[in-house]
């Protein structure tokens, strides 16, 4: 009874009017800043679970050796391949999960494509193509179909998915004989592979997946070294140029075909020398008892934890190598929303700042008008901390008001943009999460404790 005596004694006595103007832009400062710290914390992790879904969140990275000159520079050059050595450099490296070879054709390669099928409507798109493979783990997804052997009648392929992409709205619109074509479509289109330069060997492909990862024309692993095992001719850096008599002798030749000229009566004063440099020569005899030469892949994926470490990029710069990631858009679109998050959170917390300065200015005010009663109620024997308490419990109430105010404004603006997305195809939850409530509970409990800070020094001034 007398504790409920002396609140209502102290509420009575303190029962002063605040300045309105001042506490309406307080209270306005606070609710708008409130609200677009709340929406912005909500739609970030609504767009950050919706992007992990879509993709899952690693850093995939190609690596390779750069290639510089002209054509005439570049013709009898070795390939830029990795060595073992460079491999394990690479791995080492900071952040650096695991790394895979790209393994490439040996042959020549001719598709022809026929979108509309081999019989009736439309003709079929003619290319040279390459083929590369890598390891299965290093795809973004596998599919059903991603397996061959050589009792299968049709060979599986994997292109970026911005192939199609180019066909719909670069290649199909220019001619009439092209449809647009869904995925499905593209995955249904006969395809007719030709090995060879004289088209020896034709073999049946079909499109089974398009990737979003992977900026090549994949197939699988074991069909690839099988057709280079059947199909491979001899890789550049096994060409000789064969001098006779102090003189290029015809065109380079490679080491096996040297060999098959060995019991020729002059081979023993014949000569050969490497493309890259012609002038380097050395008897034929030792060419064929020097082995080939191993060569590594001429590029690699990595996949890494992070972004790139200071010391993997210092490492690639010093090596001259080229670096390149793998389909960056999800980033692109993570830094556009991490912007447009920092944005809103900043002007939320301008205005929250703004509005705690103008609360605390607006409640030293309180407490100067009501000074000559709350003197009196201190020397009557009331505490400081139960001065200050009935002024605090007053600013307290207002704010607890203001806060539940943004949350709903918060959840219905968030509502309005969940409805708008729906329109474009996009699908997130229209409520409010546990983590935004937990920081909401967090950024409540500072701003009460700065205010009541505030005003408990304000009164502890009056005795002073």
């Not at 409507?121 to 290093?138: H, M, N, Q, R, Y």
């Not at 546990?434 to 408990?456: K, P």
Request: proline fraction near 5%; aromatic fraction near 12%; hydrophobic fraction near 40%.
């Amino acid at each position: 009874m007398k504790q409920s005596f002396s609140k209502s004694i102290l509420q009575s006595c303190l029962n002063v009017p605040g300045p309105r103007r001042e506490l309406w832009i307080a209270s306005l400062g606070c609710l708008i800043g409130s609200t677009l710290l709340i929406l912005a914390i909500q739609l970030y992790q609504d767009t950050s679970s919706l992007l992990d879904e879509k993709e899952v969140a690693k850093n995939y990275f190609t690596l390779n050796k750069k290639v510089e000159g002209g054509a005439l520079v570049n013709l009898g050059k070795n390939e830029r391949t990795f060595s073992t050595e460079e491999l394990n450099e690479i791995k080492s490296l900071e952040g650096v999960q695991r790394i895979g070879g790209f393994t490439r054709n040996q042959f020549p390669l001719t598709l022809y494509i026929w979108p509309s099928g081999k019989v009736g409507l439309g003709a079929a798109a003619k290319t040279d193509l390459f083929f590369e493979s890598i390891p299965d783990e290093f795809l973004d997804f596998v599919p059903d179909d991603w397996h061959w052997d050589e009792n299968s009648e049709i060979v599986p392929i994997m292109v970026p998915k911005f192939y199609l992409d180019l066909w719909n709205f670069g290649l199909a619109p220019s001619r009439v004989e092209y449809p647009a074509l869904s995925t499905d479509a593209a995955t249904g289109m006969p395809i007719e592979l030709f090995i060879g330069k004289n088209r020896e060997t034709t073999l049946e492909g079909r499109f089974v997946a398009f990737s979003k990862r992977i900026n090549s024309v994949l197939v699988p692993k074991n069909f690839l070294e099988w057709a280079n095992k059947k199909f491979g001719q001899p890789e550049a850096n096994d060409f000789l140029f064969l001098w006779k008599d102090g003189s290029i002798e015809g065109p380079p030749i490679t080491r096996s075909t040297l060999a098959t000229l060995r019991n020729e009566l002059e081979f023993k004063n014949w000569e050969i020398s490497p493309l890259e440099n012609p002038a380097e020569r050395s008897p034929a005899t030792q060419a064929l008892l020097e082995e080939k030469k191993k060569t590594g892949p001429s590029r690699i994926i990595l996949e890494i934890e992070d972004n790139p470490s200071t010391s993997f990029t210092s490492h690639i710069q010093k090596k001259g190598y080229e670096i390149n990631r793998e389909f960056p858009k999800q980033d692109i679109i993570k830094k556009a929303i991490q912007t447009l998050f920092l944005g809103m959170v900043g002007i939320g917390a301008l205005l929250s700042l703004l509005s705690i300065t103008t609360f605390a200015t607006s409640f030293r005010l309180v407490v100067a008008q009501a000074s000559e009663q709350a003197k009196n109620l201190l020397l009557l024997g009331f505490s400081n901390v139960q001065v200050s308490h009935v002024i605090f419990t007053r600013f307290l109430k207002l704010f607890i008001f203001i806060l539940g105010g943004s949350v709903i404004a918060g959840y219905t603006l968030k509502s309005l943009l969940a409805n708008q997305a729906i329109a474009y195809g996009i699908t997130i939850n229209s409520g409010i999460s546990f983590q935004t409530f937990a920081y909401i509970f967090v950024y409540g409990l500072i701003y009460i404790f700065i205010n009541q800070r505030v005003i408990e020094k304000s009164v502890g001034r009056l005795i002073d």
